[in-house]
């Protein structure tokens, strides 16, 4: 038998088929597009999400099938913060608002100061910020009344799925804990926080323990989907803490790395980590996909910066990268100018996170020469990055525990250059893992934990999860950039005045 995880990321679904020993059967990926309908918005059509989702559940499940290897239970894991209304039929009455969209500013400032700063923090977890969906609903409760009035219920992108697929809209608790609504101790939603949006706990998804079984498909669910009828589904949970799972970091002093859109550093502790530093730096600490676990996230835009730059600045040449089969990593950095570039360049394309938590930042370039080019400006984004990184990571271990080495997996890891940079401007080790699709794997696992292939989270790491390779700081580069890292440093605190209020 084989076990699907699927990743509905924020601008494709990715599914993978593995073994039970963690090797990757079969993969299929499918991309939707994002959609900017005014000024800081950024919304999906949910069916195109839905078909993106199915197209590659089916083309994976085909493929493991075909190796002899069938699926027999899947679990669907999701970026956080993205939501869609509902009708009580189940059907979409608007495009998804996703987590990206930036446009609730005031409103989740509103949200902050009705609640407060830190009792909310120790509510959710969190900070308020306009990526979730309680400001945004309140935004459209402003400005887009009658869809708010029409919706049965608010699902995010994996209960979409599970409810297209004919099962019950389940989400779990570390997905929960993504909407500024959720007790993250008592794992359930806040009264006082619902009240204060105006909803009723049944508008929005009944949270359970990841790895739930949800139910198992029809025939009908199951013919769309390449699968036999009768495969179990698991409830999924939030892409992050299921990276983490799937780099099998989830005991303390294990410190996973997902780098994709976002960049999130995750470390797994038996409570929430809510304390004076972690408030300080705005931590994210919410419910893990493991049992009576937490997790407690240090995370900023990262290859979203570099996908920006690819596409806008960029396109001709990346495009000539295509047309020679090489990777656009690869392509420039070959070519990009020997040493640091001098360039301080902040990945805050769609606002700061960890440890600003500013909305209105935006990325900032300095260090520009009459030298400067497209290539050097590549370099100096995989430099930001990394330094963003070590920034975080130091935030991360002050806030929690002490840790040297990371797994990382995700996009970023395939450039070499940022692996370089980051390992040796945070002076940590860099682990790569056997298998790179970490938030597939931990959603696999969770599938196999549903199944009764693994007896729980840890039984299905040491199966399923190995360690292969580890990049060690180089103090030779380190020293090489302790300049630039340092001008880095002091770069946000000297221009966040240009983005209050």
Same mark, same amino acid.
């Given at each position: ?58 083309? *994976? ?172 589904? *698991? ?68 290859? $979203? ?139 696999? $696992? ?33 020293? *090489? ?13 000297? $221009? ?6």
């Amino acid at each position: 038998m084989s076990l699907l995880g699927v990743d509905i990321g924020s601008s494709s679904c990715k599914a993978a088929a593995f073994s039970l020993s963690g090797a990757t059967l079969a993969t299929a990926l499918h991309a939707y597009e994002t959609l900017s309908p005014g000024p800081s918005m950024a919304e999906v059509d949910p069916e195109e999400l839905l078909r993106a989702a199915a197209t590659a559940i089916r083309e *994976a499940a085909l493929a493991a099938a075909a190796l002899g290897d069938p699926v027999e239970a899947l679990c669907v894991s999701s970026h956080g913060e993205t939501f869609v209304p509902v009708d009580a039929a189940g059907a979409p009455l608007a495009r998804g608002v996703m987590n990206i969209d930036n446009r609730a500013v005031a409103e989740a400032r509103w949200w902050e100061q009705a609640v407060g700063h830190e009792r909310l923090y120790r509510i959710v977890g969190g900070m308020a910020h306009p990526m979730y969906p309680m400001p945004k609903i309140r935004w459209l409760r402003s400005h887009r009344a009658d869809t708010v009035a029409s919706a049965a219920r608010f699902l995010g992108p994996a209960e979409l799925v599970l409810q297209r697929m004919g099962l019950p809209p389940l989400t779990d608790y570390s997905l929960a804990s993504r909407w500024l609504a959720f007790d993250i101790t008592k794992r359930r939603w806040s009264d006082e926080l619902l009240d204060l949006a105006g909803l009723a706990a049944g508008q929005l998804p009944e949270p359970v323990q990841a790895g739930t079984r949800v139910g198992r498909l029809s025939e009908e669910a199951a013919r769309t989907l390449g699968l036999s009828p009768g495969t179990t589904v *698991a409830v999924g949970g939030h892409d992050q803490p299921c990276s983490s799972l799937g780099a099998g970091a989830i005991m303390p002093g294990v410190v996973s790395d997902s780098a994709g859109t976002y960049e999130c550093l995750s470390c797994a502790s038996p409570d929430p980590r809510l304390g004076p530093l972690s408030l300080k730096a705005s931590l994210n600490s919410y419910c893990h996909v493991v049992p009576d676990t937490y997790v407690t996230l240090a995370f900023f835009p990262s290859g $979203i910066v570099v996908r920006w730059f690819l596409d806008k600045l960029a396109a001709a040449e990346a495009a000539r990268a295509g047309a020679a089969g090489v990777d656009p990593h690869e392509w420039f950095e070959t070519r990009a100018p020997a040493g640091p570039t001098g360039l301080c360049v902040t990945p805050h394309l769609i606002g700061a996170c960890n440890p600003y938590w500013n909305p209105r930042a935006t990325t900032a370039v300095i260090g520009l020469t009459p030298d400067s080019d497209l290539f050097g400006l590549y370099k100096g984004i995989i430099e930001g990055i990394a330094c963003e990184f070590a920034v975080n990571a130091d935030v991360l271990q002050e806030a929690t525990a002490g840790f040297d080495k990371v797994r990382i997996a995700g996009g970023g890891a395939g450039s070499a250059l940022g692996m370089r940079l980051r390992a040796s401007l945070s002076g940590r080790t860099l682990e790569t893992l056997g298998n790179p699709e970490s938030v597939c794997l931990g959603a696999a $696992i969770l599938a196999g934990i549903a199944a009764g292939v693994y007896r729980d989270a840890r039984d299905g790491v040491a199966k399923a999860v190995r360690v292969v390779d580890a990049l060690p700081p180089d103090p030779d580069l380190a020293r *090489a950039y302790a300049g630039q890292f340092s001008r880095y440093q002091r770069l946000y605190p000297a $221009i966040a005045p240009l983005f209050e209020a």
